[in-house]
């Protein structure tokens, strides 16, 4: 392991501007601080000095929403801080951008604010931390992500297929055959994961896997506005969402287009949020129990700094089933496509072109399993 010697010696400076630097002395500028602090993580420095002035840790967040109970990182936050706070952790809980993992490293950002270990939530496989996590020696924990060959990282989700294996199994029983998925874009490790886990339900229950069933999509209301009369229209009597709020969408969507939830379509989420018991029917949903989840994010990261090198942390999934299902229509429901229909907006959000392109690459669908 490299030492402040090591540090100054390379950098060409004195071992003491290297120490105030480590140490957030005033007395050394700015540039020279992030001048230190990067050659410190490049040479693989742990300042073991300020582990122990400081007990810190934090939560780092992005595109996930965690201020009122009602948003789906609130408990996974909640959980965690349940169980780090009374063991003497300083918990922050820190938004993080795309923009602000361009400007600093990550391990540079860890080191500047004595964090010893980070919960990662809500990022995405083009953020640029998550190129910088699968070198990193920083113990490192991520929510429904997966870096491969580090041991200090480890990850937690929910059983994805567990979870579609209840759905399929509940709509085989209720007498639905054709039964279809809306979800996002594969550019994320979860999607990837639930379409996967789709496509594996209905073959070990036996039903027919075709890719007119499917529908990926980016944008929410857009792709259940595209995706619900083309299934609908193929047949599909009952439709998986990766995601709660794309099923929500749903009910609006078939709402404004005569269709009765569930006497012409069932429908089912994913996640169990709390405004799903209230929609109009109340959704039937896979549940993630978020509070524990935040709480094996707490210990997998206790794990990682004890020198465990865990690997990924999955709970189990349950079926909550409310009354967006019912038994198969006896008469398939049939969509009259408008132009809109046929002929949407290509970027409703006027996404920059790069943004664009890589979103669509993502709703190219593969024959099959998609592989990481």
Known sequence: MATINDIAAKLGISKSTVSKALNNATDVSAEMRRKILETAVEMGYINRRSHKKEHKICILVENMEYDTPNQFGHDIVLGFKQKAEPEGWIVDVIPVTSEMQK??????YMMEHGYQASFALGF???DPWMKEFRTTHIPTVLYDNYIKGNPCVASVGCDNQEGFDLAVKHLKE??????????????SYVMKARYNAYLSSMEKYGLEINEDYIGIGYYVAES??????????????????????RAISAITECG?????IPSDLSIIGFDDLPMTEFTQPPLTTIRQDRLSLGKC???AMISLLSDVPIGNIQLRATLVVRSSTAPVPVSAKHITLTDEDINPDPNPLNLSPETKAFFEAGEKRESFKIKD
Do not use: E, W
């Open 256 to 260: 404004d287009r005569g269709i009765s």
């Open 297 to 299: 994010g707490y210990y």
């Open 103 to 108: 400007m600093t490293p990550y391990n540079v």
């Open 124 to 126: 995405t496989l083009i």
């Open 224 to 245: 259940t506005r595209k995706y619900i009369p083309l299934l609908v229209n193929q047949g599909v009597t009952a439709i998986l969402f990766s995601h709660d709020i």
């Open 174 to 187: 209720l007498g639905h055959t054709k039964i279809g998925l809306i979800s996002g874009p594969s550019n």
